[in-house]
């Protein structure tokens, strides 16, 4: 996208000052995305392979072209490859890539269990890898993790159902509902490592309610496999909606909020709801639906009265991260964590660098996304990137 370019253009310097300090992005102030320390020759010839997940995701194709631009404006050759949520493909793109000779590997996983024998591969190669937002598993393999504060994110999810349902307000103070509510929840895909986060962040924010008969599961589907969304698919999402409505709704029981984490399976959910007669809007006695990544067409629902709230992840953040983690390894030198005890791969704790989220709700899109740059006025009101 424009913006990405432009950001990473804009942001060079900064970053180049970020990594021979050991620091990055994250800091909380909006600081444009996805370059490196422009004035700063790279070597000639240095190869990084940028594996993504999916191009089915207009968040994973901005990551992507955030990540390659950086690395780019650094002088560094970049080859971006997406995996379009097909494991064998993504693996035979990283064999390609270790083959072809990359110094350095930035991958987010489909399946953060399934790329061992690559990590090994590169091991033996002398490849740095950096884990890019979802955590590569059951490997020695993985030198560096740069994401955001998953458990948190979670608690954002929930926190913006409970202000949607009136229990509490945006400021965090007790709102005025007392309830009993009824909802339902969705996990995303079981082979993601942030899904587990999310959800428990997302659980123990909710548990309280739940407990003391506030919040209620008609369906009783409360465990993660139950509620699990195999590869983020929108259209499992909005399959399973309708499965619930059909099976635990069609005797009149309301139904009023959906924990959703991801913007895609909001958007099924939605689908399915209004399918059923229900709203078309949160006025109209739509239930309220929460989401996560800020994308474009949830916005614009947010901003229509529609969704009632996303997690603004900027991974135009996370991508500078990313390029800083992978300037320093290049350079011969350990990239800054800020957090060397939350992620387990399961083999060791992965150093990792940890980013803030925001809430955004109908109120605060032009402070968080419009003032930021991430997205304009006009592609909220179109509810499409330009």
């Known amino acids: 996208m424009r913006k990405y370019g432009l950001a990473a253009l804009g942001t060079a310097g900064l970053l180049a000052l970020s990594a021979c300090a050991g620091g990055g992005a994250g800091s909380g ?8 320390g422009g004035d700063t020759e790279a070597p000639e010839e240095v190869l990084v392979g940028v594996a993504m997940p999916t191009q089915t995701s207009e968040r994973w194709i901005a990551d992507g072209e955030a990540v390659e631009a950086g690395l780019t404006d650094l002088g560094y ?3 971006l490859q997406f995996g379009n949520d097909d494991i064998p493909t993504q693996a035979q793109q990283i064999d390609q890539m270790i083959t072809s000779g990359a110094d350095l590997l930035v991958i987010a996983a489909i399946d953060g269990t399934a790329l061992t024998s690559q990590l090994e591969a590169a091991a033996a ?4 890898v950096v884990s890019y937002d979802r955590l590569i598993r059951d490997s020695e393999n ?5 994401t955001f504060d998953n458990y948190q994110v979670g608690v954002q999810q929930a926190t913006s159902l409970l202000v949607g349902l009136g229990l509490l307000t945006e400021d965090g103070s007790e709102g005025e509902a007392t309830g009993p509510f009824n909802i339902e929840l969705f996990a995303g895909s079981l082979d993601d490592n942030n899904a587990h986060f999310f959800w428990e962040g997302a659980i123990e924010t909710l548990q309280p309610y739940i407990d003391d008969g506030t919040l ?12 699990a ?3 983020w698919q929108q259209e499992t999402a909005q399959r399973r909606m309708e499965d619930l409505l059909t ?12 924990l959703s984490p991801y913007d895609g399976l909001s958007r099924g959910i939605i689908t399915a709801l209004q399918n059923a007669g229900m709203g078309p809007t949160l006025e109209e006695g739509l239930p309220v639906v ?5 994308e474009i067409a949830s916005v614009a629902l947010i901003d229509q009265g529609v969704q009632f709230a996303t997690i603004f992840k900027d991974t135009r953040k996370l991508a500078d991260q990313a390029v800083t983690a992978a300037e320093a390894y290049l350079a011969g030198e350990e990239p800054e964590a800020n957090d060397t005890e939350t992620y387990d791969n399961g083999v060791l704790v992965v150093p990792s660098y940890l980013l803030e989220s925001d809430i955004v709700y109908a109120g605060n899109i032009t402070s968080l996304l419009v003032d930021s740059g991430y997205w304009t006025a006009d592609e909220v009101a179109a509810g499409v990137a330009e």
Do not use: K, M
């Open 125 to 128: 190669a002398n490849i740095p």
């Open 29 to 36: 102030e909006d600081d444009g995305g996805g370059g490196g």
């Open 77 to 79: 050759d970049v080859d």
């Open 142 to 146: 993985v030198d560096f993790y740069v």
């Open 247 to 258: 099976s635990t709704y069609s005797d009149g029981t309301e139904l009023h909020g959906v």
């Open 229 to 231: 969304t195999l590869r």
């Open 216 to 227: 209620t599961v008609p369906s009783g589907q409360t465990d993660i496999e139950q509620a």
């Open 290 to 294: 929460s989401g996560q990544d800020a």
